[in-house]
């Protein structure tokens, strides 16, 4: 099925998103060093990401997933946030690092993580693959940013739109 979009030119490579992930694993490792983490990965979105991340990180590393929606399937947050899939795990008194795909609006992190540091966690922190500042309407900042991306509809490397087009392997956006 297609609805008249097409996939435009490639915004970031996969080389590109690797070694940014090498660089931000690192630096999480040197920030925690002693320590261990709980990434936590907000599905399904942040999977290949959340891959090459854990996989430059030089400490204890644990992993976790949660799934969320915001109400709705259109295109722009609706400013709810469901959580459709739980921590399997008990988070009191860990390194929280939530990993995601894309900041857009910033409602479902700014709502995740105030419902994770609820827990009782000692710190928590979000590490996400791409920011569009200008989609921003609640004030939320990510640690660790991949990359900063223009406001436009973004797909590849676990984006999609309407489940397609996570596969691709590279940052992409949708034209027309
Ligand atoms: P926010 O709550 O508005 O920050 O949006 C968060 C969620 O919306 C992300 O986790 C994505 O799943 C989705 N999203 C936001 N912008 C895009 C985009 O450009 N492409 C694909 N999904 C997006
Ligand atoms: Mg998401």
Do not use: H
Request: glycine share 10%.
């Amino acid at each position: 099925m297609n609805n008249g979009e097409t996939v435009g030119e490639i915004m970031i490579t996969e080389k590109e998103i690797r070694k940014r992930a090498g660089e931000i694993g690192e630096q999480i490792g040197r920030d925690y060093a002693g320590e261990s983490v709980l990434l936590v990965g907000i599905l399904k979105g942040a999977v290949p990401w959340m891959v090459d991340i854990m996989k430059s990180i030089s400490l204890d590393v644990e992993i976790d997933f949660m799934a969320c929606s915001s109400y709705g399937a259109a295109t722009k947050s609706s400013g709810v946030v469901k959580i459709n899939k739980d921590l399997d795990s008990d988070i009191k008194g860990k390194n929280v690092i939530i990993v995601e795909d894309i900041v857009d609006s910033g409602t479902t992190l700014k709502y995740l993580k105030n419902y994770l540091a609820n827990r009782g966690t000692k710190s928590i922190k979000i590490c996400c693959m791409l920011d569009k500042p200008d989609g921003r309407k609640v004030e939320i900042a990510a640690d660790y940013v991949g990359f900063k991306v223009d406001d436009l509809f973004i797909v590849g490397y676990g984006l999609d739109a309407n489940q397609k087009y996570r596969q691709l392997p590279y940052i992409s956006y949708l034209k027309g």
